[in-house]
């Protein structure tokens, strides 16, 4: 069975970091762009960004640019997603998915729609 696993979420403070993991069963990630979206409650779900199979190429939205990066390491069967400069905007479900077509490069990328598995997400809270 495909699955992918988010962890790492918490409760931080403003200013903080947290390091979001994606952990794959089933398949191996080799071979699938990977995106990080999250979801706050009343909004839609945001592409935050995205890596492509080999782990060269990325994007980002603007409003996690210069405070997050993404990174795999697919060994691992692993993509990460290293948040600093945390805000209480950034509060919400974190998630993960993976893209068979890898368009991590194309303007889709952050379209919910193209990706194929998605994990079940996990919280994160910035708040003093």
């Known amino acids: 069975q495909l699955q992918l696993v988010e962890s790492g979420g918490g409760l931080v403070q403003p200013g903080g970091s947290l390091r979001l993991s994606c952990a794959a069963s089933?398949?191996?990630?080799?071979?699938?762009?990977i995106g990080w979206f999250r979801q706050a409650p009343g909004k839609e779900r945001e592409g935050l960004s995205c890596?492509?199979?080999?782990?060269?190429?990325?994007n980002y939205a603007d409003s996690v640019k210069g405070r997050f990066t993404i990174s795999r390491d697919n060994a691992k069967n692993t993509v990460y997603l290293q948040m600093n400069s945390l805000k209480p905007e950034d509060t919400a479900i974190y998630y993960c998915?993976?893209?068979?077509?890898?368009?991590?490069?194309?303007?889709?990328?952050?379209?919910?729609?193209?990706?194929?598995?998605w994990g079940q997400g996990t919280q994160v809270t910035v708040s003093s």
């Open positions: 089933g398949f191996t990630l080799d071979y699938y762009a």
């Open positions: 998915a993976a893209d068979p077509r890898s368009r991590c490069l194309s303007r889709v990328w952050p379209v919910a729609d193209i990706y194929d598995y």
């Open positions: 890596i492509t199979s080999s782990g060269g190429s990325t």
